[in-house]
């Protein structure tokens, strides 16, 4: 076959296309609205920070020697310093939002949206007939049948977890219709609700194994860190 050459305004025009390449762009101008605000701020990297992170990024792509690094760099097309750049601006992020959100404001956004934080462990069974589905609830309910048991027999979504879909949010409920999200949430422990039409069709039995709210730890307060220093940047750059 002969050798083809694939044109750099053809590569562009590619990234416009599937929106990778405006997605850049808006990095681009996000990385720059932060590094002003840390200059303001007086935020910056050390050359040892950027040290540890650049061997860092070496290992996580397997550069474990000089010569593999410039191999790649080369084959990338990428410069040193054009990594170093964007390694340097996601150290300077999570720098700054270590600032300029503390954990006061994370302690009033978690408080303030209790609801946003409340997760459901459900199981799920789900058949094509209105009338099967209401013959199964009653098994379950008044027959005491096996939830597990009756998935492993009827339901269209066969797994290997018995019918358990996992933790869901408010957000992720909402796809049912009606008032399907309020009786997940305000059911009991191994209460059955349903049948009901679900969102990708049939009609769904849901056993409500757990309702809980996500605790404020350390990894949720990094997750809530990071969303409202967003939102922050995102002000910022559109004004």
């Known amino acids: 076959m002969a050798e083809t050459t694939v ?23 996000e990385e720059a609205t932060v590094a002003k605000l840390a200059a303001d701020e007086g935020v910056s990297v050390s ?30 097309g990428l410069t040193v310093d054009q990594v170093e750049a964007s390694l340097e601006a996601g150290i300077l992020r999570a720098k700054l939002a270590e600032k300029l959100i503390d954990d006061a404001q994370i302690d009033a956004h978690y408080s303030q949206n209790p609801s946003a934080f409340d997760y459901a462990a459900i199981s799920q069974l789900v058949v094509a007939d209105a009338g099967a589905a209401g013959e199964l ?3 379950i309910r008044e027959e005491g049948d096996d939830f597990a048991d009756l998935v492993a027999k009827h339901s269209l979504a066969k797994s290997s977890t018995h019918g358990f879909v996992g933790p869901i949010s408010r957000d992720d409920a909402g796809g049912f219709a009606g008032d399907v999200a309020d009786r997940i949430f305000a059911a009991a422990a191994a209460e059955v609700i349903g049948p009901f039409e679900g969102p990708g069709g049939g009609h769904v039995i849901i056993r ?30 559109n004004s």
Do not use: C, P
Request: no cysteine.
């Open 47 to 76: 050359d040892d920070e950027l040290q540890a992170e650049f061997d860092d990024f070496r290992r996580s792509v397997d550069l474990h020697k000089a010569e593999d690094t410039n191999a790649w760099l080369s084959d990338s």
């Open 7 to 29: 044109q750099q305004e053809d590569i562009i025009a590619r990234l416009k296309l599937s929106g990778a390449w405006f997605a850049a762009m808006s990095e681009l101008e």
């Open 137 to 139: 609830v009653l098994s």
């Open 208 to 237: 409500v194994e757990e309702v809980g709210r996500h605790e404020l730890d350390d990894d949720l307060r990094a997750e809530l860190r990071e969303e409202l220093f967003a939102a922050k940047i995102e002000e910022l750059t």
